[in-house]
């Protein structure tokens, strides 16, 4: 992978065009602080590295074909039918040679496969930045929540959900003080009340207005403000924000990753409220982008990992937060971090995508310690831009997805989990679970569809002996796994 140059920003990028008769490809992040100048002998992409106990592959199990800028991804069931779909938000930016589309986009998955092109394509065309699912007006069907923005700052918007999937239109329009470029948005109830309240971090949109607060839009049993209930003093650019209690008071706290010149740090709750300066810093004002809680070390507090140059973890002892870990690499550019238990090990493994170099990477975590170098690593021609995890094809292990600007702009890893005959719940055992799942798949011989409660996937992993139905042929050697004969 050849990367002619990086370009770290600390303004806002104006005038992008290559000189005339030039080769080379520019790309914007969705925030406008980074720049990466790309040749044009990049190789494909490839796996770099992967280690013991990872369970993606070497190459992508499914791919899109459009060529778009990704700026968001979640993988959620939006129209109820048992599968999980996968949500785009795509940005607009003055990146070369320009891209001519960016609508956000839904993949439905029909029984454990993505549709080849999206059904669902948003009727508006604004830059977003990132994309959140979540029943915000308690109806009961998830809704889009999309952070909007780019140059022309525009207001975020909701796409209301239905028993069909959410409506393409946007019925819900953000009226923030002075507009604001939204990098991010996190959906929580962070007061308690049974709704979802609605936080974004934001910037402004050229150098000599670049800076906004965070903005709180609080939830009053499933009606949404339009106009933001809270705002954070300072205003500066932030972009990615995760809640958690870090003190152990019973209120989650919220963590925010904020761009040069300023410290990523965290906002304090008290009983619902969240005050309006940090009660925490990292004391460094580097150049941020992620942040996430997850309890790394089994101590039972929160720890805290930071998308810095390089990689960080906070570890959390008694609410007092400390350096505990940074990744080994030779390169850092943040476009995302997640903590997601990966191997289904019992702890939290961390996985990260970077604009800079195109990679993404996933640290295991081994009994509380995360890895220094990264277990499993995913090169790519393109900037990366997004991640996000879920069981897309039916088989109970978290699938892997990754986002970026260029042609794929969407990839999918299928977990390839440890095959245990028998283990029908791919937790590596065979018990009392696995043995419900595989008395709702027995439906008699010469059955080569699965009946009622058992699934595609389910239905495979009982047929022991590969002749396309689940039989007492397949009983028996149930039986003898269950019960170690």
Known sequence: MQRIQFILTVGFCLALA?????????????????????????????????????????????????????????VADLNGDGWADVVVGCYSSQSY????????????????ALEASPSWVSTDEVSTGDIQVGDINGDGYPDIFAANGGYG???????????TGPSTTPGWYSQEPGNAWNNYAILFDFDHDNDLDVVTANQGNSTSDPYRPMFAFRNNGGTLPTVPT???????????????????????????????????GIYKNVSGSLQTTPVWTTGDDDTDKGVAWADVDHNGWPDLALGHDPTLLYGNNGGVLSLTWSASGAYFGHSELRFLDVDRDGDEDLAEVHFSNGQT???????????AT??????????????????????????????????????????????????????????ADDFAIFAMCLAGPQVSTPPPGCDGSDFARADLDADTDVDLKDFAGFELVFTGG
């Open 97 to 112: 040679p320009p891209y001519p589309d960016w609508e956000n986009l839904i993949y439905y998955n029909t029984g454990g």
């Open 374 to 431: 990264a277990s499993w690593t995913y090169g790519s021609a393109a900037v990366g831009t997004a991640i996000a995890f879920g069981d897309i094809n039916g088989d109970h292990w978290p699938d892997l997805v990754i986002g970026y600007s260029g042609q794929p702009c969407v990839v999918v890893f299928y977990a390839q989990p440890p095959v245990v005959p028998g283990d029908l719940d791919g937790d590596e055992d065979v018990d």
């Open 153 to 163: 700052m525009s207001p975020s918007v909701i796409y209301w959900g239905s028993p």
């Open 230 to 264: 809270w705002q954070s003093a300072e205003t500066s650019i932030q972009n990615f924000l995760d809640f958690a209690d870090y003190d152990g008071d019973g209120w989650e706290d919220l963590a925010v990753s904020k761009w040069a010149n300023f410290e990523s």
């Open 18 to 74: 290559p000189p005339a008769g030039a080769q080379e490809r520019i790309e914007a992040s969705d925030d406008g602080q980074e720049v990466v100048v790309l040749g044009d002998a990049d190789v494909g992409a490839q796996v770099i590295a992967t280690g013991r106990g990872v369970l993606y592959g070497t190459a992508p199990s499914w791919q899109n074909t459009l060529r778009m800028q990704v700026g968001a991804l979640q």
């Open 361 to 371: 990477h996933i640290y295991l975590n081994d009994n509380g310690v995360l890895s």
